[in-house]
């Protein structure tokens, strides 16, 4: 099993970025897939998940500014962040699994700063 996160860096607040992590090793369709974040000085914080369909959820910190979604066709979990804010810099980890997790990603720096 491999998951690989991309797309991290430097954005403004206010700002959109697009994470994307490719999995492999493993039928992804049939996985719950989340987002998890680790700031600077604080612990692991669940963001999102997305089971093989449209049921989402998301942690209220980012309800109504982030979107998961997931293309099983080419095994990649995707992240859309708009209206970024300071609080959201972090270290995004791909992290398989539903009621546990038992993969993750190297995990992918997210810096919101001007």
């Known amino acids: 099993v491999q998951l690989v996160e991309s797309g991290g860096g430097l954005v403004q607040p206010g700002g959109s970025l697009r994470l994307s992590c490719a999995a492999s090793?493993?039928?992804?369709?049939?996985?719950?897939m989340n987002w998890v974040r680790r700031a600077p000085g604080k612990g692991l914080e669940w963001v999102s998940n997305?089971?093989?369909?449209?049921?989402?959820e998301y942690a209220d910190s980012v309800k109504g500014r982030f979107t998961i979604s997931r293309d099983n066709a080419k095994n990649t979990l995707y992240l859309q962040m708009s209206s970024v804010k300071s609080e959201d810099t972090a270290v995004y980890y791909c992290?398989?699994?539903?009621?546990?997790?038992?993969?993750w990603g190297q995990g992918t720096q997210v810096t919101v700063s001007i």
């Open positions: 992290v398989r699994g539903g009621a546990t997790y038992d993969y």
């Open positions: 090793g493993f039928i992804f369709s049939n996985f719950y």
């Open positions: 997305l089971y093989n369909g449209s049921k989402t």
